[in-house]
């Protein structure tokens, strides 16, 4: 899943490079141009800080509107070919997410249609499954979620019951999901679903599922924050076609992995941009916090154990910066995936800290929440604290990233 | 200004990189320090210890070229820059070489602020050099020594020397009434007072100048001038060689904990060994992104050199300190006898941790730079 620090970390901030072809130049500035001229009017209740805490139908149009602009203007699906609805440029897609994050306009709320869906689509889905649905992916006419996490399967997911029954040609669906973002929005899920329960790894089909039926109930969850970012979903012999199974029965976990672990990961894909802040502007934004703190009639960032803390974040975040410019050379990276595989579990992990570590320079100030009118920044940063948890313990928690960095770079022994 | 998005590391740089790292591999260094070091165990009644190295290989990398890498060309060297530096550094550290190298490669930057052409040609002709910068309490800035000087001689003691049983001669900072000034001093000239150190791969000392005749290399008054210029540099080249020897104990503790049985298991099968190691990954990898962008930004943004050597120095004493106690301890018993070249990495990042300030000064004048 993406996450405040992670994938995201990966694409921004660069010094401007010199920019090797000169198309690719004009491309970003076109990039650049159009999104200052097109920045739509401010909402008017605050958006919330990430895609998937999106819940009104106000944002929700909002949002929806944006995106498809967006999509229309070449920022979304822009390495995509032109048959599925993309707009067929090459290597492209990371310029145009790269500038959407920089100029600080919205979000797209499509996050795992576009993170997720759509690259799983491209790589695994049937030519008539792609033609049907990448395009109102891309522009938001579909909102898609998906169903991986069950009450009885999170870090483990391979322990996953929800059931897929063949009958004819269609699949008869029972069981349940949770942590469903963006469920009470979206009309479609990616669903993984056990066909097979002797065959644990073998055993799970991947499938297109359509939300409005009658076998199918979304319930919303309240986060810690009070916000409803995600749902749990109840199937009760919901129906699938069998022409919206995505690839073999059977190829489910395959299917999964390649998309969770694949390296250019869910941001790259097709465009998903979840957050407008990035690691760099937080902690800038924490510096200026600190130095304009008082206690005691002192700044924040004059006490030195604070100010100590905040330069330690400070260096972590130039170093997954400097990480997204020494993963491509293969003389210094250590392999091809071993730093990019780090970026969600350090991303995350340095987001949560940056976070404690502004409520800290807060003191008691970091008590004041949404809606309160001394409240900094409407409540940012306490929001942005609990909110951190998303990041590490969803799509895989940090200690299954550890298991999975040790395992898969180091060599050491699998855990299961 | 603009940077190479690669850190400058061109296609030369990266086969300097690896046959660097051949050659010491082969070298077999840590066996004949072990040799060297027989005897001296003991902190209360071995014997004395000198600063070994291996004359033959520092000479062998003299003629490969490594010395006069970042000597300009107009010194007779090859004008590389310091991620070329870095690039052998890295390596050094990797393979926890003694070597008069190190201290020379420093050397040869402070020279090159200096503009002291005469100086560098003599490291491109092979001779070799160490800084002799630091007070009594080892400050980490030039600014710290007391050695003063009147004219063209130099009186005081300089502290905390390293390599100074290695090399030719030094760079001896030192106080006129104008203001810092920088020297060269034979080695003939000084008196060395070898440090009993807990290091095994460095030797250091005090160097006792008595109204010595020496050669200026930086006038007095342009000396902090040209230390602040070459300080960037020196972190730099410093974190490089710990990010090396890092990542040598990440790799060597993973080893170790597929091949150690207990429980019926290779002991990297527990999360509680797993994960450290995975930490201590995640912290070299940190350090070594860090080292690539300062060596990059002395190359080619000398304004934002010194923000980009504190980040690298503060993360290199911070991954020092951490893989050094991990590795240690994820090797138990084993991790702590003599025995094991875990505890001589292990000294050599403590020693390192230190040496031009540790983290939280770095962190404290990067933070005068935010």
Known sequence: ?416 | MAQPQDFGFDDDIVMLKDAANRFLGQRQTLVQLRASLKGTEDPYRGEERQGWYDPAAWQEMVDLGWAMVPVPESAGGLGLGLVAAVAIQEEIGRAACPTPLSSTLQATFVLKEAQADAHLAKIAEGSSMALALFGEDGAPDADSTTVTANGNKLSGTSSYVQDAQKVDGFIVAAKASEGLGLYWVPKESVTIHRDRIVELTRDQARIELKNVEAEVIAEPGSGEQVMARALPALLTLLAADMAGAAEWQLQTTAEYAKLRVQFERPIGFFQAVKHPIVNMMIAADETRSLVYNAACAYDHDPEDALRCARMAKASASETAAFCSNRSTQLHGGIGFTWESDVQIYHKRQMHSQFLFGDASWQRQKLAELL
């Open chain 1, 1 to 416: 899943m993406a996450h405040p620090y992670g994938m995201a970390a990966k694409m921004t901030e660069q010094q401007s490079s010199p920019e090797a072809r000169p198309e690719a130049r004009e491309f970003r500035e076109y990039c650049r141009r159009w999104l200052e001229e097109n920045r739509p009017p401010p909402t008017e209740t605050p958006l919330p800080q990430a895609s998937y805490e999106v819940t009104y139908d106000d944002h929700r149009a909002y949002l929806c509107d944006w995106q498809a602009k967006c999509y229309e203007a070449g920022l979304i699906a822009t390495d995509v070919p032109k048959v599925y609805g993309g707009h067929g440029y090459e290597n492209f897609q990371s310029i145009a997410s790269d500038e959407v994050r920089r100029s600080k306009v919205p979000y797209f709320l499509n996050w795992i249609g576009l993170g997720m869906v759509a690259p799983t689509l491209l790589i695994h889905g049937s030519e008539e499954q792609k033609k049907r649905f990448l395009k109102p992916i891309f522009s938001a006419e579909e909102i898609w979620c998906q169903g991986y996490s069950e009450p009885g399967a999170g870090s483990d997911l391979v322990s996953l019951q929800t059931s897929a029954v063949k009958d004819g040609d269609q699949w008869i669906i029972n069981g349940s999901k949770v942590w469903t973002s963006l469920g009470s929005l979206a009309s479609w899920m990616l669903l993984l679903a056990r066909n097979d329960k002797q065959d644990k790894y073998n055993g799970i089909t991947c499938f297109l599922l359509p939300i409005d039926q009658p076998g199918v109930t979304v319930r919303p969850i309240h986060k810690m924050t009070g916000e409803c970012g995600f749902c749990e979903v109840f199937f009760e012999n919901a129906i699938i076609a069998d022409d919206l199974r995505v690839d073999d029965v059977g190829a489910g976990w395959k299917v999964a992995m390649s998309t969770l672990t694949s390296e250019r990961g869910a941001a790259a894909g097709v465009g998903a941009v979840t957050h407008t802040e990035s690691p760099l502007s937080s902690v800038r934004e924490l510096i200026e916090l600190a130095k304009t703190t008082k206690r005691n009639g002192v700044p924040v960032w004059d006490d030195p154990v604070w100010r100590d803390r905040i330069v330690k974040l400070y260096i972590r975040i130039e170093a997954i910066i400097q990480h997204a410019r020494r993963a491509p050379i293969e003389a210094l990276n250590g392999g091809a995936m071993r730093l990019p595989l780090q970026s969600k579990v350090v991303g995350s992990e340095i987001g949560q800290d940056l976070n404690a570590t502004a409520l800290g320079v807060l003191g008691m100030q970091s008590s004041l929440y949404v809606g309160d009118e001394h409240a900094v920044r409407n409540g940012r940063w306490p929001l942005g604290y609990m909110n951190s948890y998303t990041g590490t313990i969803s799509g895989g928690s940090s200690e299954i990233q550890r298991n999975i960095l040790g395992e898969r770079i180091l060599g050491l022994p699998k855990t299961k």
